[in-house]
Every structure is written in C-alpha cells, then in structure tokens.
C-alpha cells in the first residue's frame, strides 16, 4: 500500500519567512449567530438553546469585546461584525455550538459543516481523502467549485489559501472550538473579495485559567486521532497551546468496476500545533499574539497521486476602548505556505500509471485591519456606526514538470506561472434600532484589487524558453447591503435583507492549470471578477414549549460565473476544459428548519434545503442555458436526534440526504442521491474521563462521489472509539 512521500522541510523555512516579516496574523472580527432562550436550535433562532447560550461566552477576535466586557451570552459577531444578540441580527445565521461540535459523530470540520444543509464542500469527498485544491466551501449551492466562494474565517484570521482560494480543513482543530457561526448570504459589504457567497467563521474557546484536555480515538481503516489542548492564565496573561495529529489508512476510493492493479487505498496524516496568548494591558488596551504550523501528506489512492501542504501563519492584534471616541482595533496578519502535487497518467484498464506532472506552488500573504466603532447615539432611535479599512497582499507561483510519454523538441518540460495580487477596501456599516420591534442595517464597501507581476515560462524539451508577461489588470467593486428585522410580537421574527457581492479570481485561476482523474483543465489570465445580486426574506416563529420552526427564502443572480467550461476542441496542451467567465446564473430556493426540544433529555433538528441553480446566459455555448450548475444537488437534508443524561449515556443519531447532482456543466455525468447514518455516543467512565464512540455511514452507504474520467466513491462505514480528558485544572 503506498504512503505519502515525506514532505519536504518546509515548516522550518516557513517559519522563518513569517518571523522575519512585520506583519501577524488576525483579521477582522466575524460574524455569526447563537439564541438567547431555551429553544434547542443550532440554527438562525430567534431563541437559542442552552447550548449556543454557551456559544456566547467564547473569546472573539481583538475587535470584538474582551473576556471583561463580552455582551451576555447568546450574541454572534460574524454577521455585523459586532457582538449582537442572534435575535436581533437582520441577517440569517446558522451556529454550531460547542456542545454539538463534541458530539458530531464526523471527524473532519468539513463533513462537520456539511451537516447544515445550506453548506457543502465541493464534490463528496471529505477532506480525508480529498486533495486540497478541492476543498472550497459553497453555501447556497452558489455555483461550486474547488475554489470557495465563501470566506473562512478563524477568530477574524481568513482561512481560505491566498493562491487558490482553497480551505484547509485539517489545519482547524476541533477540540478548541468554541463555535461555528454561519452567514449563508453575500458578505462583500463588510468583508470584501472572497465573501460573495457568504461567511463560515470558527470561534475559538476562551482561556479561562489552568486546564488540560485531550481526545484519543482509534478505529477501522487505521485511522487514529490525538490532540490536546492545554491552557494556562498569569493574572492579565492568558495562554494556549493546543495540537492534532491524525493518520489514517483512507480507502479505495475508485469504484470496484473500474478498478485496476495500480488503485490502492488513500493514506494521509496531519499535524497541527496552535499557540495563542492574550494579555490586558490596562481596564483599555488588550493585546494578542497567535502562532501555528500545519503539515498535511495525502496519497489519491495510486503511487503517483500525492499531495503535500506545509503552512505557518503568525499575528497580533490589539484592542484599544474610550470613553468618547469608541472602540479601535488594529489586526495584523501573514502566512507562508507550500503545496505540492503529482499527477499520474493512468492506462485505460488501470494496470499501470506513470509519472505525468509534479507541481510546487509556494504562496504568501499578509494583511492588516483598523475597524473603529462609535459610541451609540440617539437620532429617531439609536445607531451603533462602525467603520474599517483593510489590505491585504497573495502571491504565489506554480511550476509545474511535465513528463509527455513520448517528448518532442516541442514539448512542455516546465511551466512556471504566477503573480501578485494587491488588494484593499473601505467600509461603513449603521446599525439603526428604531424601536424594540424594529431594527435597521445599511453597510456600504468599496473593494480596489490590483494583479500584478503575472508572468508564465514555459521551457520545452529542446531547451529553448518562452516568457509571457501578462499586463497588469485591475478592477473595483462597490458592495451595499440593506437589511430589516422585524418583531411584531415576541415569538415571531422577521428578516430581510438585499446585497451586491463579489469575488475576484484567484492566482490559482489565472495562472496554475490542473488535473482530476484524466480532465485537464486550463488556467485563464482574462479572468475578470464574478459579481453577484441577491435578496433573503425569512420568518422564525418560537413557541414556549421549545419548538422553534424557520423558513427562509432567496434569490441570487451571479454574472460572470468562473466555471469550468467543456471547450469544443481541445486546447494545444491537451486541456479539453477551461476556466471561463459564463454568462449569468440563478440561483434560487428555501431553508428550512424545525428544532425541537422534547424533554429535558430530548432534542431534535429537523433541516431542508431546496436550491434551484441553472445557468440562464452562456454565450457562445447556448446549450448550458437552462442546465444545473455542476456539483449543486437540488435537495439536501439533515435529522438530528440527542440523548443527553450526564448519568446515564449521550447519544446522537444524524442522517444527512443529499440529492442528485452532476459532475459537469453539461449535465451529462450525474451523481445519484444518497442518505447516510452517523451516530455518536459518550458515558463518563470515571473522575474527569469520559469513553465515546463514533460511526460514520452506520450502514456502509456506498455511492458516487466524482465522475472526472473515472468514477470515485464517497467514504464507507468509519467506527472509532476513545477516550476523552476533560478539563484538568
């Protein structure tokens, strides 16, 4: 069974880019949701559960209030980027809260966030097995692809790579979250480039004083899980540390009928290692400091499929409260990062491969936030004005060697691509509340991004070497969003809200072709910025016997959508696809969602999404009108039944369903639908040690993932059992 190849030493150089560089690593604050009652809900409430009412009291970013001053428990950040009560947010939220996040019977975060039927990663691999660049989140079934088209977000630090866009799943830990937050609608107006689908932000649990905790797992497919989390206070200094590691057998993730000799399994392993420390100045000045290192190995199930990422990230932040002036907080951020890929070329009956491709891309970015909020005035009612600018710099470059079967003089032996990207953006956000029923928002932003530097080298076979500079090109975009909530009476909510988001194309899809299975599809320097249009209405009725029941609908329009267009005649190089700005597509549908609280004991979640995407303008290629959107099922779902009874056992059943979706723009290669069972459940055993045990696909579900030239399989049964240590002092 191949393993991955040893990465390179690439922490150590990394480390030391960030160190000798002057920027840090925090951004924005975020924004998101929790509740404030008893209703058992993880999802947008108008009353939350106690569960989220815990979610409340985690350490945001500097730019939101510190451990002293934190607002009552059941508030979010991530959807105005101020702490509110989730109530009286105008946008829809959706929070996972701590303790459901310990009781998911998934082991990755992104099989994690794909429980909340409005999110999905692309294709149905979870990031297990998946290679990196496949990993963007999508929300709203708004168009998706490898590259996410929303922002991830880590206690204000953006998450999402700066040369491709892509999520690393694995280098989030879960034992020191305290919360996912979930804005599934345009956030350009306050988060610029990157947020035009949305915002997924993961909050980190508070430094409290002395602790330690640590999970330990083992199960089928050689899968092994160890972290811990230590933390430690000093009167006004307050530290963390906490690590990951997992490794794991994968499994043969190419279909049984079109498997060959050379389809092995899919290893992997990861290591992560976080350390933060917060310090109060004075009853005014807070600071902050944050450091991590992440190093992933992945095989794709043949001895020439690896992938490798090595990443370092550093920041700082500070946190400056007055009496006259508001609140100002400055947020300095930078990363450094390799990622390393080899492609095969595989016969037509898998019985042999070679070595087709290998490609480095090292990448960099810093950036810095100043985000200023004003003491509330009183004009018609009150306002709460905030303002901030930020900037942010991503270069990177791919070089790709390519090994052609049978070379000629012509033939391609290294292609270097690659680029700068500059960008910056100005923002001003009024929260108006008009009376206790009725709230207002406006927020306005104006995006400048500029990519520079762009330049491709292509050395062939016979020595000779051509350079193209690509011109400098910029663009800038003015992003609004109105939004009202409304509360007639005290069990019935509701929201509206109307946006202009979006997304420049990253350096990754300007410059760096790539590969899956045997399509290869081509980079495009032309690229310009997808913009987007789009409106939610919803409606949150709570009753005082905990059930709460929501319903939410939207419409987006997004012109210019980068896709991956099937080109009529191959390209020189081989590519039979192409990244392209198509035309216009809508995406519409509803959410909704009921959460019971039965008992004491008993909770429930019962969650719908219906989406409908179809491309409605693709010129020169009229035959994409009408079709869905590629990788974008029209129905997803999610059940989750909770047992909680600290004496007795806590169990947890989920049953995610997923509708049928295509793999490509043509609708031609489909995915049928499919509903797997996870269960989870946990006992105290003795003192502060609890036993637990997890399955994944309870009942084996076998079905499609990916149909790029070779049809893949989704994850089968996955059991693991451990031991949990909770919080040692």
Do not use: C
């Not at 039927?117 to 990031?127: G, Q």
């Not at 807070?286 to 370092?312: D, I, K, M, P």
């Amino acid at each position: 069974m191949p393993r991955p190849t040893r990465s390179r030493a690439l922490l150590p150089w990394a480390v030391l880019r960030v160190l000798l560089s002057s920027t840090g690593a925090r951004a924005q604050a975020p924004d998101g949701g929790a509740g404030d009652s008893a209703a058992p809900t993880r999802d947008v409430p108008a009353m939350a559960s106690s569960r989220e009412a815990d979610a409340g009291a985690s350490a945001p970013p500097s730019n939101a209030p510190s451990e002293e001053d934190r607002a009552p428990a059941g508030t979010v950040v991530t959807g105005t980027r101020l702490p509110r009560p989730i109530r009286d947010v105008p946008a829809t939220i959706v929070v996972i809260p701590r303790d459901e996040i310990e009781r998911s019977p998934t082991l990755t975060q992104d099989a994690l966030v794909r429980t909340l039927p409005s999110a999905a990663t692309f294709r149905r691999t979870p990031s297990l097995v998946s290679d990196p660049t496949a990993q963007g989140v999508n929300l709203r079934g708004l168009a998706p692809s490898g590259v996410a088209r929303g922002l991830v977000l880590q206690d204000g630090l953006p998450v999402n790579d700066p040369f491709g866009g892509w999520v690393f799943w694995r280098s989030l830990p879960r034992l020191g979250l305290e919360r996912i937050e979930v804005v599934p609608s345009g956030g350009s107006a306050l988060y610029g480039s990157g947020a035009l689908g949305g915002v997924v932000q993961l909050l980190s649990r508070p430094i409290t004083g002395p602790g330690l905790e640590a999970d330990l797992s083992y199960g089928n497919l050689d899968t092994g899980l160890l972290a811990a989390r230590g933390t430690e206070r000093w009167g006004a200094v307050r530290a963390s540390l906490e690590t990951e590691l997992l490794t794991s057998d994968g499994y043969p993730i190419v279909a049984a009928s079109q498997r060959g000799p050379i389809d092995t399994a899919t290893p992997s392993n990861h290591a992560v290692l976080n350390g933060r420390v917060d310090a109060d100045v004075s009853e005014s000045l807070s600071l902050s400091a944050r450091a991590g290192v992440f190093r992933e190995n992945q095989n794709g199930g043949t001895a020439s499929t690896t992938a490798r990422v090595g990443l370092a990230h550093l920041g700082a932040g500070a946190r400056l409260r007055t009496e006259d002036r508001g609140t100002f907080s400055l947020d300095l951020f930078g990363r450094v990062q390799r990622f390393e890929q080899n492609r095969a070329r595989v016969a037509p009956d898998r019985a042999s491969e070679s070595r087709a491709a290998f490609q480095d891309v090292p990448a960099e970015d810093q950036g810095a936030s100043l985000f200023w909020t004003a003491p509330s005035w009183t004009w018609g009612g009150t306002h709460v004005l905030s303002a901030g600018l930020d900037a942010r710099r991503m270069a990177g470059t791919s070089e790709e060697h390519l090994f052609p079967p049978e070379p000629t003089p012509t033939s391609t032996r290294v292609r270097t691509t690659g680029g700068t990207q500059l960008s910056g953006g100005l923002y001003l956000q009024d929260l108006y509340t008009v009376s206790p029923a009725l709230e207002l928002s406006a927020a306005l932003r104006l995006d400048v991004w500029r990519n520079l530097d762009g330049e491709q080298r292509v050395e062939r076979a016979s020595g000779a070497v051509e350079t193209t500079s690509f011109e400098d090109r910029g663009e800038q975009q003015l992003s609004p969003r109105l939004g009202l909530r409304l509360r007639p009476v005290q069990w019935l909510t509701l929201r509206a809200s109307g946006y202009r988001a979006f997304r420049a194309p990253t350096l990754n899809e300007l410059y760096r072709p790539f590969q899956v299975g045997t399509v290869l599809t081509a980079a495009n320097p032309e690229l310009r910025a997808e913009r987007l249009w789009g409106a939610e209405a919803g409606v949150e009725a709570a009753s005082p016997r905990g059930l709460t029941a929501r319903v939410t609908g939207f419409w987006n329009v997004l012109d210019e959508p980068i896709t991956n267009v099937t080109l009529a005649e191959p390209l020189p190089d081989g590519s039979t696809r192409q990244r392209q700005n198509l035309g216009q597509a809508r995406v519409r549908g509803v959410e909704t969602s009921v959460d019971w609280r039965l008992s004491r004991r008993w909770t429930a979640l019962l969650a719908y999404t219906f989406v409908d995407p179809a491309v409605t303008r693709a010129p020169g290629q009229p035959e994409l009108v009408g079709r869905q959107l590629a990788q974008d099922p029209r129905h997803r779902g999610t059940a989750i039944v909770t047992f909680d009874d600290p004496a007795l056992v806590t169990a947890t059943v989920q049953l995610r369903v997923t509708g049928i979706q295509y793999e490509d723009d043509l609708n031609e290669r489909a995915l049928g639908g499919y509903a797997v069972v996870g269960v989870s459940a946990s006992r105290r055993l003795f003192w502060k040690v609890d036993g637990f045990a997890t399955v994944e696909n309870l009942f084996d579900r076998e079905y499609l993932a990916g149909r790029a030239g070779v049809d893949t399989l989704g994850p089968p049964l996955l059991a693991r059992v451990g031991l949990r240590l909770r919080g040692v002092p």
